[in-house]
């Protein structure tokens, strides 16, 4: 018999452990961390979460295309350029909305009453993400949980967990960079049902924030876990007998193909009454939609519903895609299709929700049939979502009527759904967000757009509104020839003037009158004469070395663009040196919403912009471009801050200006003034602008470029029309015109008023159409109407023809007679780039226009091939 110590311990059996058991441990792992990262952020200041809160906004924006063009290729579905819009508005208009919102500590205090409210976090947030809104959904709920102090952890769809991933990292890197607990953020890299529902139940998760379909909103409420969820969307329209047609068609049209319909707001069915029903008909199809037969329309309802479920292959995919599923020919640029019935149910798959380019027409003898006929629609599928109604603005009783029978959170009024209901864009007062409660009519917690407060069921019944506009300029501007030292006397009382000049300006004595006007007044000058043409901010610190020295309390550019530009800019970091241009130069949607505003400049110093060009308008512009000559970077940086105080517009500092310059230049404003006429911002006060100016310049710059300083007249009005085209896209902004010439004049340096001057007739032609395939957003900007405009242009030049067709036309004739006039190059091609590296360089040079800050108020909205397509046209000079 063995002793004790003689047996052999028999050796461990190793155990396996099971998929689920390492995901469970993965995720119980991860829930821990961001626990511990929102436990220490919970005790933040409101100053350290806004610090945060912007970073986030900004990188998020930052990274909008990239992030849109994976969550397209991921998925497969939708529009790169329209996710690019979501990404956008789920920076910047959250950012806007809530940047001053206090969310932590005393929130609300009344003394006398004896209350205070505070403000707590929930604790860690669980974030269900849809395969239809990958990226812009995650930054949206990022942003949200980071104002309030939140954990969030995100679990994507499988579909598109790639880009969703990356969204969340983006912003996760940004807010730690900015001060955040390195786990706040955190992701599921491998999500799969049971995960999401693991996550959901999870005790250490406080609120499911969802999104998707309604199995997984519905997952969400029976989880256990307190949860705000949105429900699905099967948005009805109506359009009464008194609405502006085309308005309400472009409108549905606008929206309904915004990223291949894929968000739940988009219109599913529009129900015209009877007496319009075949106008309607008539104006979709004129607008790009295609009517689908009976035949064809059986074919296509085939395709969207299968099984008695929506067909998930029809998903964000474009209309042509979708008739070709079916066996159904249209044509390729077929924007929408349009299947007329008259049932609701599941015998009627158009009745449903579709996701997808596809809509429902109805017709309703009254307007009574046409609201009954909308209830049915969203209670068959929208409960609580979205309804729409088209009338004139002034029915106040239909528009009241309409809101109240409609069971949906949202009722629109007069706008597109799909951007119109995740507010702020059609209507300032309805919050922005990109989760939509649906209230308890869907079944849902919330029935607002969801924000950090959802307690009531709350109905917002909202009219498509055209928020104030403005047209701001100097607050003086003088002009005539010789009028500079009798306009400088308005400087009367300043003791110091700096000038901004370059070197050739200064050598040609140009500055003598000025200096000697400025010391008979006892100011005393100093000169910067260094700039150069796309001044840098090595340079700008140069001049501000001296201007910090000198202390003046007036500065006066005197030049072209360039010293306009390098003024502003020393202006700017003279009153605010904390300023970061990166920051400045960043992208907005709309200039009253922008993530990073100027303060406000003049408190040291005045700015006079005396112009020696005809042609930037810099003088009455709030524009400026700064260089990084380290770098290569240019901040192109755009805040009505700095719009100069005073513009002196004297004709005799101009009239010496060479051929060339005078052409490039002049081309220069009347771009101006036809980019700035068929802007989705133009208003009344700048088509007076943009239209005299054109005149102006069609009359006499080829006298300008023939006669030189021997023609006094022609030159006063050339310098006229510079300014007024100025003040013009000042306040309307310009167009893709400008966003392709800024990128040429960039890569290749094309001077920029020639780079315009191949473009514009391109330009023209590509924004010619009734029928574009995306519409510039606006809410002013109700329908197509840039030929009309341009018509209209036309015949106030001289150009008119019998229709909007022929004017344009010979509005086109008379540039390109303008341009064989002034000497200018009839390609790309010609004037000298290298066509190898031009084609190798085109799709990166097509993105990098697409993304200017003048591509949002063109009026037709390009797709980055469009743009590729006008750049090609240009280079080889079709």
């Given at each position: 018999m063995m002793s004790a110590k003689q047996v052999k311990a028999e050796p461990a059996v190793k155990v396996e452990k099971t998929q689920d058991e390492r995901d469970r441990e993965m995720l119980n792992g991860l829930i821990a961390r961001v626990k511990a990262a929102q436990v220490k952020y919970a005790e933040y200041s409101q100053e350290q979460v806004d610090r945060i809160f912007s970073a986030a906004a900004l990188a998020a924006n930052n990274a909008r295309i990239p992030l849109a063009q994976m969550a397209v290729t991921e998925s497969g579905m939708g529009v790169v350029e329209d996710k690019v819009i979501k990404n956008h508005f789920a920076a910047e208009y959250i950012y806007n909305k809530y940047r001053d919102m206090k969310t932590c500590g005393v929130i609300e205090e009344n003394e006398a009453m004896g209350i205070a409210k505070v403000a707590e976090p929930v604790g860690v947030i669980a974030g269900i993400v849809p395969t239809t809104n990958p990226t812009s959904t995650a930054i949206f709920k990022s942003l949200l949980a980071l104002k309030t102090r939140n954990g969030i952890i995100f679990s994507p769809h499988p579909r598109a967990k790639k880009c969703t991933v990356e969204a969340a990292r983006i912003v996760l890197e940004a807010a730690v960079k900015a001060g955040a607990p390195e786990d706040i953020i955190g992701w599921i890299a491998e999500p799969t049902v049971a995960l999401s529902g693991q996550l959901m139940s999870h005790p250490d998760v406080s609120l499911i924030l969802a999104t998707g379909g309604p199995g997984m909103v519905k997952a969400a409420y029976s989880s256990g876990t307190p949860a705000v969820g949105v429900g699905p969307g099967n948005v009805p329209v109506v359009i009464g007998d008194t609405s502006d047609i085309k308005m309400a068609v472009s409108s549905i049209l606008q929206s309904k193909t915004f990223d291949n319909g894929m968000i739940?707001?988009?219109?599913?069915?529009?129900?015209?009454?009877?007496?319009?029903?075949?106008?309607?008909?008539?104006?979709?199809?004129?607008?790009?939609?295609?009517?689908?037969?009976?035949?064809?329309?059986?074919?296509?309802?085939?395709?969207?519903?299968?099984?008695?479920?929506?067909?998930?292959?029809?998903?964000?995919?474009?209309?042509?895609?979708?008739a070709e599923m079916a066996g159904v020919k249209v044509p390729v640029g077929t924007k929408v299709l349009i299947g007329e019935t008259d049932g609701v149910g599941p015998d009627y798959p158009f009745s449903r929700e579709k996701l997808s380019p596809v809509l429902a027409l109805y017709k309703a003898e009254t307007y009574e049939d046409a609201v009954e006929n909308a209830r049915k629609l969203l209670e068959y599928g929208g409960l609580g979502h979205t309804s729409v109604l088209y009338t004139n603005s002034q029915n106040f009783d239909r528009a009241k009527y309409y809101g109240h029978v409609m069971m949906s959170s949202r009722t629109l009024v007069n706008m597109p759904s799909s951007q119109g209901a995740i507010g702020d864009i059609y209507n300032f007062a309805l919050n922005p967000s990109l989760t939509l409660g649906c209230g308890s009519w869907g079944g849902n917690s919330v029935s607002e757009n969801v924000t950090p407060k959802h307690l009531l069921n709350i109905?917002?019944?909202?009219?498509?509104?055209?928020?104030?506009?403005?047209?701001?300029?100097?607050?003086?501007?003088?002009?005539?020839?010789?009028c500079l030292p009798t306009a400088i006397g308005d400087l009367e009382g300043r003791k110091k003037a700096f000038i901004v000049t370059d070197k050739f300006l200064y050598s040609t004595g140009i500055l003598n009158d000025l200096l000697h006007q400025l010391d008979n007044m006892g100011i005393a000058t100093e000169v910067f004469a260094d700039v150069e043409p796309d001044p840098t901010i090595q340079l700008a610190r140069k001049g501000l070395e001296r201007i910090n020295s000198f202390q003046p309390d007036v500065l006066i550019a005197v030049g072209g663009g360039s010293p306009m530009d390098a003024t502003k800019i020393m202006w700017l970091m003279y009153e605010h040196p904390e300023i970061s241009f990166e920051d400045v130069a960043m992208r907005f949607m709309d200039i009253r919403k922008r993530i990073v505003r100027l303060p406000e400049l003049g408190k040291k110093a005045l700015m006079v912009a005396v112009p020696t060009t005809s042609g930037t308008g810099s003088e009455v512009t709030p524009f400026a471009v700064i260089t990084d000559e380290e770098t290569g970077n240019k901040y192109p940086l755009a805040d009505y801050a700095l719009t100069p105080n005073m513009a002196i517009i004297d004709t005799q500092l101009v009239m010496k200006m060479p051929k060339r310059l005078t052409a490039y230049s002049g081309i220069d404003a009347l771009t101006h003034a036809l980019e700035a006429r068929v802007s989705v911002m133009a208003s009344d006060y700048t088509n007076a602008l943009a239209m005299e100016a054109a005149k102006l310049v069609f009359s006499y710059l080829p006298r300008c470029f023939n006669n030189g300083a021997m023609d006094e007249e022609a030159r006063e009005h050339m310098h006229n029309a510079s300014t007024m085209a100025g003040m013009a896209f000042a306040n309307a902004f310009l167009g893709v015109c400008h966003s392709m010439a800024h990128k040429l004049g960039g890569m290749y340096h094309v001077p920029h008023g020639l780079a315009n001057a191949m473009l514009i007739c391109e330009v023209i032609k590509f924004n010619s159409t009734d029928c574009p395939t995306k519409q510039g957003t606006f809410p002013q900007y109700k329908y197509p109407h840039a030929k009309a405009a341009y018509a209209n242009l036309a015949t106030y030049c001289g150009f008119g023809g019998r229709n909007d067709d022929e004017s344009v036309a010979n509005l086109i004739k008379a540039i390109e007679k303008l341009k064989a006039e002034l000497e200018i190059p009839k390609s790309l091609k010609e004037y000298g780039i290298d066509e190898k590296t031009f084609l190798a360089q085109l799709d990166e040079l097509a993105v990098k226009a697409f993304d200017d800050q003048c591509t949002g108020a063109n009026p037709r909205y390009p797709l980055i091939e469009e743009i590729k397509e006008m750049l090609l046209n240009v280079y080889y000079g079709k």
């Open positions: 739940c707001a988009s219109e599913q069915s529009v129900t015209a009454l009877a007496s319009i029903y075949d106008e309607v008909k008539k104006e979709f199809a004129y607008r790009g939609a295609y009517i689908l037969n009976k035949t064809e329309a059986k074919k296509v309802g085939d395709v969207i519903q299968v099984d008695g479920k929506l067909n998930p292959k029809i998903v964000g995919q474009s209309a042509y895609k979708i109905k917002s019944i909202v009219k498509r509104r055209e928020n104030m506009l403005w047209v701001r300029i100097p607050q003086k501007v003088y002009f005539k020839y010789g």
